[in-house]
């Protein structure tokens, strides 16, 4: 595919991304969790398949059994896991980190399920 833009898209890792223009091209190859970017403003699942709350402050996220990566590899909680404690993590320096203030931890608590406690 050929695309033609008028500037550089940036960094296309969604951790460290910050132009329009690069979160633009990052959604044609990163899958997100979840979105909510349609005029109903309901959710869009796209890597998950179902959202439990057990409780107010917790999530527990089902991932589709049909997600896969560009290689073939199937999509699991650790792949989940380790992007959120990376965005996290104040030595990995993403510049949206601030996004994740209000989580308190994201586990694997199952081979496909992760938890976010806030």
Avoid at 19 to 47: C, Q, T, W, Y
Avoid at 101 to 115: C, F
């Amino acid at each position: 595919m050929v695309v033609l833009v008028a500037s550089e898209a940036g960094d296309l890792d969604p951790r460290f991304g910050l132009s329009a223009l690069g979160d633009k091209v990052g959604r044609l190859i990163h899958a997100r969790l979840m979105s909510v970017d349609n005029a109903a403003s309901e959710p869009r699942f796209d890597l998950v398949e179902s959202i439990a709350r057990p409780d107010p402050l917790t999530y527990v996220l089902t991932l589709r059994p049909d997600a896969w990566f560009h290689d073939g590899r199937r999509l699991n909680a650790d792949d989940v896991v380790y992007t959120y404690r990376s965005l996290m993590d104040p030595a990995v320096g993403s510049p949206k980190a601030g996004m994740t203030e209000m989580v308190a931890s994201v586990d694997r608590t199952g081979p496909h399920e992760v938890t976010f406690r806030l």
